[in-house]
């Protein structure tokens, strides 16, 4: 038999969460299959995590059979969830995520588990951490360029908004092997306040954080765009997952 492929988990999504869908709905979890094909591509073996924020033994067991975990895009995080009161332009938000993605980054940086982050993901790093979030990037940060490029508005997912100008040294410029990357944008929302322990190692060109790492071999990456939409034509994105799921199969060995 050859070398067992490293269990990644994949965090999902509320169903009666997302815009448009009756929030009356019965519960039920789901994910865009983007990043599960993504993690496959690349050697892993991807596991849908259910939001088991109510019965943490249970979230806990699994997470301990995990060789990495990633967090995908989804809705608004909380903003109780790192002590603001709710913004009027805040969007639908998902308390079970919220509570299951937090415990789950807290849970592999205190074991040095790889961690990936993808929109939603940095968001949900920095909170992990003690960081904070702008709510509306257009309605409260000054000098914001757009950053919501969603395909409800007609832009298709694989659209290249901006570039993004990369940290000297940094993981993420080693991967990606250049010093800017052009990627796509389908966020409001982004880090205001930068957790103690982040290294800011992307930067848009209105000043915004579009990436943290940790230093150190810890694999800890959290990017603000989605590199699952592109990752099969791009090969800096490309490069990011492969490093993921190599962090994660050096874990399981």
């Known amino acids: 038999m050859g070398e067992r492929r490293p269990l990644v988990g994949v965090t999902t999504q509320s169903l009666h969460a997302m815009d448009g869908m009756p929030e009356a709905l019965p519960d039920s ?92 993901g940095i968001q949900v790093i920095n909170v992990a951490l003690g960081g904070s979030l702008w709510q509306d990037l257009h309605a409260e940060r000054a000098g914001s360029i757009k950053h919501d490029y969603f395909p409800n508005q007609g832009f298709a997912r694989d659209h290249l908004a901006h570039e993004v100008a990369l940290a ?15 990627v796509n944008s389908m966020h409001h929302q982004g880090l205001r306040d930068l957790a103690p322990g982040l290294r800011v190692t992307a930067t848009a060109p209105d000043g915004l954080v579009e990436a943290v790492e940790f230093d150190g071999d810890q694999f800890l990456l959290g990017v603000q765009w989605h590199p699952e939409s592109v990752e099969f034509v791009d090969p800096g994105c490309r490069h990011l997952f492969a490093g993921f799921i190599y962090a994660a199969s050096r874990r399981r060995g």
């Not at 040294?169 to 052009?182: E, F, I, Q």
């Open 29 to 120: 979890w789901l994910m865009n299959r983007r990043y599960l094909d993504a993690v496959a591509a690349h050697g892993g073996v991807p596991v849908m995590v259910p939001l088991l924020a109510q019965d943490e033994a249970t979230l806990r067991a699994l997470f301990d059979r995990l060789d990495g975990v990633l967090i995908p895009g989804g809705v608004d995080m909380d903003p109780a969830s790192y002590g603001a009161a709710r913004h009027p332009l805040c969007g639908r938000t998902d308390p079970d995520r919220d509570a299951a993605e937090l415990a789950l980054a807290r849970w592999c940086i205190a074991e040095r588990k790889p961690l990936f982050g993808l929109c939603r």
């Open 168 to 182: 000297p040294g940094s993981r993420l410029r080693t991967l990606v092997g250049a010093g800017t990357l052009p």
